[in-house]
């Protein structure tokens, strides 16, 4: 099966960097992804890493490494908008294209 | 384009009651999927679809029915609600990725917001 492990809150402010860290339990994936959701709308799709290694959006960074069974998400120069939950979400190979989630993160940016 | 439209957006059941929550797209996505997304619990799969007339069984799957017999209609059946199924539901497509580097990133309804009483 698969489990994936987040923290349940981060707090940070204004202009800051946060780092939210996904650890995983699966028996093979093709790829990590990361979703947005604002207060309870549809997740967006942020960020997917195939391979091991650092992919940047912007000021959105996710890392992935297979060997350590563990990825990151990294928010920099924090903004009130993106107070938000986070979810990281692996494609098993076995159930095709069905992405499984973790439980969410969700983070408060202050002023 | 509407993208993934869902209906309704809330509804209240009482046990035992049968619905119908719609999911309907666009985007001629070969894949569709059901989520429920309960406080802490993150958004949990019901079932999928890989294509017209195909469809699987996710993490969640009892007590809800699927069927797809058109590419851009993917409905989910509650034969007999219970509170237990009180939840937020999403539907999400994308396409069908054909290798393991290739990303599909999957397009999410705005929800329906299920009560069972």
Redesign the interface.
């Known amino acids: 099966g698969q489990s994936l492990e987040q923290p349940?809150e981060v707090t940070a402010v204004e202009g800051a960097i946060v780092q939210i860290n996904c650890t995983y339990q699966t028996s093979g994936f093709?790829?990590l992804?990361w979703?947005q959701q604002h207060d309870?709308?549809?997740?967006?799709?942020l960020s997917?890493n195939?391979?091991d290694g650092l992919e940047e959006t912007g000021r959105f960074s996710s890392f992935l490494s297979r060997s350590d069974s563990y990825g990151y998400l990294l928010l920099q120069e924090l903004q009130m908008k993106d107070s938000a939950s986070y979810?990281c979400?692996v494609?098993p190979r076995q159930?095709?294209?069905?992405?499984?989630?973790?439980?969410?993160t969700t983070l408060s940016v202050s002023s | 384009n509407a993208g993934?439209t869902q209906t309704p957006k809330f509804q209240v059941l009482k046990t035992g009651q049968s619905m119908t929550l719609q999911c309907a797209q666009d985007m001629n996505h070969e894949?569709m999927?059901w989520?429920r997304?309960d406080p802490?619990?993150?958004?949990?799969?019901i079932h999928?679809s890989?294509g017209a007339g195909i469809t699987?069984q996710?993490?969640v799957p009892n007590g809800y029915n699927v069927s797809r017999s058109t590419t851009e209609d993917f409905p989910l059946r509650l034969l007999s609600a219970a509170p237990s199924q009180t939840s937020?539901y999403?539907c999400?497509s994308?396409y069908?990725?054909r290798a393991?580097?290739?990303?599909?990133?999957?397009?999410?309804?705005?929800?329906t917001r299920l009560t069972v009483t």
């Open positions: 349940s093709y790829g992804s979703y309870g709308g549809a997740p967006t799709f997917y195939a391979l979810f979400a494609r159930a095709g294209t069905a992405l499984i989630f973790g439980k969410g | 993934v894949y999927s989520y997304q802490g619990m993150g958004l949990r799969l999928y890989v699987d996710g993490e937020v999403f999400a994308s069908r990725a393991s580097s290739y990303n599909s990133p999957l397009h999410f309804g705005n929800g």
